[in-house]
């Protein structure tokens, strides 16, 4: 247990048993919690788990930057109530509340000029009683060490004790400072952010249940977007942002995946037509990942994002096997449709002894339990799925887009053969012709 960032704020730490000795997950007893506490009166009780990466700040981290904090706090208590509502966060708070006491001193000039004090004086006194000041220094065994002169903190604990400081009038007699200064108890925020150098107030939130930060996010979005004026802009921080940023660079790396990929083929096959149906079994792959995804209740995360990146790669083999041999079939001169037929049935066998075989290794990651199983899941998942539609699919679509897409095109070595030919009925007519030097070298007579 200890203290929180406020006066009166406080956190909690509690530590659950190993995985193994228990049967409930963290989100579970989490959600007993929040039931628990949530009736607590005069305390606001915001339960939650560490975040990715072991944070212990709360995933959604909405940000609004505008001119005026007051405004700022106003429009972001609305989203953090409408979220609410909607159950799309829990325990809203936010980083702006004037609430912190302050005790602010104001310095009568008229009386202190009377008297010959200056506000220079009031606070330099202030700033050394309460506050402290680096008078002078000192030398320790070649270490330079500052002297600060500050006064009691114990002696003042209220405003009142103010009237123990006292200070020296132009005449040399000692004034105290209340008698030049009055003091007000006032509230204020215990921080300022700013944003980009703007005005900001970050809406923290939990999220609700069953919710995931997409969704969170992308809700607050749109009512961000009809509701805020024009003044104020918003912006993520945290895990959020991270989040975001994620998206983004997925992808990015998704779409290099597949730039990467189709080039390569392109380079194999000698074409641009062929490693386009060789492609068409990504979209079926990853379908079959999302439907995997939705028949087991999970989420889009890093982990199943990863599976995505890897079903590319995974799914495309069933298509270079029957592509590369129909091609291989075509070169020795076998029809086009047969060669089709031909290579769709002699790779049957090799497809499906492949796609079987990272099935069954994707099962251990399907029924793995433990502490981060959820990430091995995830993975898991995706390409069992995504691999088990996109070879029932591609066995089907592939030699019909082949059939549709590469009828008018020729096989990888025609180009080739045709220039074979054209040598070998050239030579033929040059030597029918006589162009070929026959003479008889001279011999050499003694």
Do not use: C
């Amino acid at each position: 247990m200890g203290g929180g960032a406020g006066d009166q704020t406080g956190f909690v730490i509690m530590l659950l048993p190993d995985w193994d000795e228990r049967d409930r997950s963290a989100q579970a007893i989490l959600g007993e919690v929040r039931e628990v506490l949530n009736g607590v009166p005069d305390v606001q009780v915001f339960p939650f788990a560490p975040g990715f990466g072991g944070r212990s700040s709360e995933p959604v981290q909405f940000v609004l930057s505008g001119p005026d904090y007051p405004e700022l706090h106003d429009w972001a208590e609305k989203l953090g109530e409408m979220g609410r509502e909607a159950g799309m966060i829990d325990s809203p708070d936010y980083d702006y509340s004037q609430n912190t006491p302050e005790l602010v001193v104001k310095v009568d000039r008229r009386r202190a000029s009377e008297l010959g004090i200056s506000v220079r004086d009031v606070s330099d006194t202030l700033e050394v009683m309460l506050g402290g000041r680096a008078q002078t220094s000192y030398v320790d065994r070649g270490e330079e060490y500052d002297v600060y002169i500050r006064g009691d903190e114990n002696a003042f604990s209220s405003k009142s004790d103010l009237s123990r400081i006292y200070m020296r009038s132009r005449s040399g007699q000692l004034v105290s400072l209340d008698a030049v200064t009055t003091v007000e108890e006032t509230a204020s925020a215990q921080r300022l952010s700013h944003t980009n150098k703007q005005k900001s107030i970050t809406l923290s939130a939990h999220l609700g249940e069953d919710v995931t930060l997409g969704q969170a996010l992308d809700y607050l979005d749109s009512a961000a977007a009809e509701t805020l004026p024009a003044d104020i802009s918003v912006g993520y921080s945290g895990e959020s942002k991270d989040f975001r940023d994620n998206q983004t660079s997925v992808l990015v790396v998704f779409g290099l995946a597949l730039l990467v990929s189709y080039l390569v083929l392109a380079a194999q096959f000698e074409s641009f037509i062929n490693p386009l149906v060789v492609m068409l079994t990504v979209p079926m792959g990853m379908l079959g990942g999302f439907l995997g995804l939705w028949l087991t209740n999970q989420g889009i995360n890093i982990y199943s994002q990863i599976g995505l990146i890897m079903l590319i790669g995974m799914v495309t083999k069933n298509g270079i096997l029957i592509v590369e041999f129909a091609n291989q079939l075509r070169d020795r001169g076998i029809a086009f449709e047969k060669a089709i037929i031909d290579a769709s049935v002699r790779r049957l066998r090799p497809i499906l002894m492949t796609a079987f075989t990272t099935l069954a290794g994707m099962i251990p990651l399907i029924l793995s339990t433990g502490a981060g199983a959820e990430s091995r899941i995830a993975v898991g998942t995706v390409i069992f799925t995504g691999m088990a539609f996109a070879t029932f699919v591609t066995l089907l679509v592939i030699p019909a887009m082949y059939r549709l897409l590469s009828v008018h095109t020729h096989s990888p070595e025609y180009v080739a053969q045709e220039l074979e030919k054209a040598l070998a009925v050239e030579t033929v007519h040059r030597t029918s012709h006589g162009e070929f030097d026959t003479h008889p070298h001279d011999e050499t007579h003694k």
